[in-house]
């Protein structure tokens, strides 16, 4: 089933441009709200010299399960109002509340059965959003059960376990400049500045960051997400591929026994839910995205998603 895409704008605190996509407006569709992960790429997942088309792959195979589905531009970014920089957690989640009123509304949208579909920091949004607005389902891809905090902590991690076996000058160099624990002590100081700071944003090393969005991160540890997920009683999806090296696919261990959460981990999986066929090298990986991209999502991944999916379906 071909898509039929519509712009719209999704009026709340700031004015968020959007895509609602179906197949047709026939009778009373259930509907995905996705919500990306961190940082500015569009309402498709791309960006300037990021060509990616992660969430416009999501909707397209949503709507051909039957879903209508909504997109949207980030606050302050491409067709959205407000400012990023100074937006927190808080208003992310206050975006995502209004995107899901929005497709309720709709008069071909079964509003008691809405999903949210959240990826990397998206997943942080939906479990937030699941306690101040009643949806049917959660998705959570790339991040469920995982604070902020513990995330940057594992891409660390990573990082230097990658650092300490290469070879060579490169090796070297990104030893001295990039080890584990620099990497620790510049998010701890970063960390610290914005727990200090007296407005909504820093400057840090050179860079403009949302002091407020960091605080917010920060008063979520990850199993308060995970206990979130334990009391939402709703179905939720979790998935993280083991080569995902964003998220920790082991934090799904917190909320595996949960009988209303269905836990899948695709092995040799990344973040944007490809099969991975190199050294999954953590130095790449921007180029590694581009280019598994233009192949289909992980054929398994798929089937787990539509799978969970056929409850909501009419």
Request: proline content about 3%.
């Amino acid at each position: 089933m071909a898509a039929i895409e519509e712009e719209v704008t999704v009026s709340g605190a700031v004015s968020l441009g959007a895509t609602v996509a179906y197949g047709d407006k026939g009778g009373k569709k259930p509907a995905i709200v996705i919500i990306m992960g961190t940082g500015k790429l569009d309402r498709d997942g791309n960006g300037p010299g990021s060509r990616m088309n992660i969430y416009r792959d999501l909707s397209d195979m949503f709507v051909e399960e039957g879903f209508v589905t909504i997109r949207y531009d980030k606050r302050g970014t491409h067709r959205s109002t407000g400012d990023f920089d100074s937006a927190g957690l808080s208003d992310f989640v206050d975006d995502a509340v209004s995107v899901t009123r929005y497709v309720k509304s709709l008069p071909y949208v079964d509003a008691g059965r809405v999903v949210v579909c959240g990826h990397s920091e998206g997943t942080m949004v939906a479990t937030l959003l699941s306690e101040r607005e009643d949806v049917a389902g959660l998705m959570l891809l790339g991040g469920a059960a995982t604070c902020l905090k513990d995330a940057l902590r594992y891409q660390s991690r990573i990082a230097g376990e990658q650092t300490e076996s290469m070879g060579g000058i490169a090796g070297a160099v990104l030893r001295r400049a990039a080890s584990r624990e620099k990497t620790d002590a510049r998010q701890d100081e970063l960390f610290e500045r914005c727990l200090n700071a007296d407005g909504d944003t820093v400057r840090f090393q050179g860079a403009k960051v949302s002091a407020k969005w960091v605080r917010e991160h920060l008063s979520y540890t990850s199993e308060d997400f995970a206990a979130k997920l334990k009391s939402f009683g709703k179905p939720v999806l979790a998935i993280t591929g083991t080569a995902d090296l964003s998220a920790d696919f082991r934090m799904l261990d917190s909320i595996r026994d949960v009988p209303s959460v269905t836990c899948y981990v695709p092995e040799g999986v990344n973040h944007i839910f490809r099969e991975v066929d190199d050294d999954n090298s953590i130095t790449k990986v921007k180029k590694q995205y581009l280019r598994l991209s233009a192949r289909p999502i992980h054929p398994g991944t798929r089937d787990a998603m539509v799978g969970w999916l056929s409850q909501f379906s009419p």
